[in-house]
């Protein structure tokens, strides 16, 4: 059974910083993109972030470009955002999710967003106050 469990949310102020985790289990986490994605209330899905399994190409969305870090520890099954200078219009719940060809470039992380293709977590809610 495919699960991806992400923890790490809660509430911040404007500048604060925090480390989202996805523990994941049930296919092969070293040969699948993985990626994070963010969803506010109101608006649609969008990509925050992904790692191409087969070179560790990293992508990022425009607006967390240089604020955000994704990695992976393929030996403990986790994927990491780790989320600085976090600002109010970062709020919304953030999901991890993977597939295997939707993560290479800017435009393919924004489809991939959209189609809501592979497999996803549960979410976990960060709130960024002002």
């Known amino acids: 059974e495919v699960q991806l469990a992400e923890s790490g949310g809660g509430l911040v102020q404007a500048g604060g910083s925090l480390r989202l985790s996805c523990a994941v289990s049930g296919f092969s986490f070293d040969e699948d993109n993985i990626g994070w994605f963010r969803q506010a209330p109101g608006k649609e899905r969008e990509g925050v972030s992904c790692?191409?399994?087969?070179?560790?190409?990293?992508v990022y969305g425009d607006s967390v470009m240089g604020r955000f870090t994704i990695s992976r520890d393929n030996a403990k099954r986790t994927l990491y955002l780790q989320m600085d200078n976090l600002k109010p219009e970062d709020t919304g719940t953030y999901y991890c999710?993977?597939?295997?060809?939707?993560?290479?470039?800017?435009?393919?992380?924004?489809?991939?967003?959209?189609?809501?293709?592979?497999?996803w977590g549960q979410g976990t809610q960060v709130t960024v106050s002002s």
């Open positions: 999710a993977y597939e295997k060809g939707s993560c290479g470039s800017p435009l393919l992380l924004k489809l991939w967003a959209m189609s809501g293709l592979g497999s």
């Open positions: 790692i191409r399994f087969y070179d560790n190409t990293t």
